[in-house]
């Protein structure tokens, strides 16, 4: 039983900083991608970055390049995703997610596992 758990996040300024975690059990995750997206209220659930386990390869969505990295520390079974220049467009609650594949994985729909998500709020 896959179980992730978010934290980390909170209320911040805009230009501000955060930086969220994501602790992962229940298995070896040597074969997964890990992600990170986001929903704000009355939208769609959509992807912010993504993270091969193994290799440490990542991508990031266009919004957020240059501003969000995500990495990972494979002893501590943990996905961090540290979140610079904050926007109010940024307020969302944050979820990490789960997929069993190598591959670069985008789509919400080839997530395996989610955690509960944790909330971030920008002010202006």
């Known amino acids: 039983q896959v179980q992730l758990v978010e934290s980390g996040g909170g209320l911040v300024q805009a230009g501000g900083s955060l930086r969220l975690s994501c602790a992962a059990s229940g298995r070896t995750f040597s074969s997964y991608a890990m992600g990170w997206f986001r929903q704000a209220p009355g939208k769609e659930r959509e992807f912010v970055a993504t993270?091969?386990?193994?290799?440490?390869?990542?991508y990031c969505a266009d919004s957020v390049k240059g501003r969000f990295t995500i990495s990972r520390d494979n002893a501590k079974d943990t996905v961090f995703l540290q979140m610079n220049s904050l926007k109010p467009g940024d307020t969302a609650v944050y979820y990490c997610?789960?997929?069993?594949?190598?591959?670069?994985?985008?789509?919400?729909?080839?997530?395996?596992?989610w955690g509960q998500g944790t909330q971030v709020t920008v002010s202006s």
């Open positions: 993270i091969n386990w193994t290799s440490g390869s990542t």
């Open positions: 997610a789960a997929a069993h594949t190598v591959r670069v994985v985008t789509s919400k729909y080839e997530y395996d596992w």
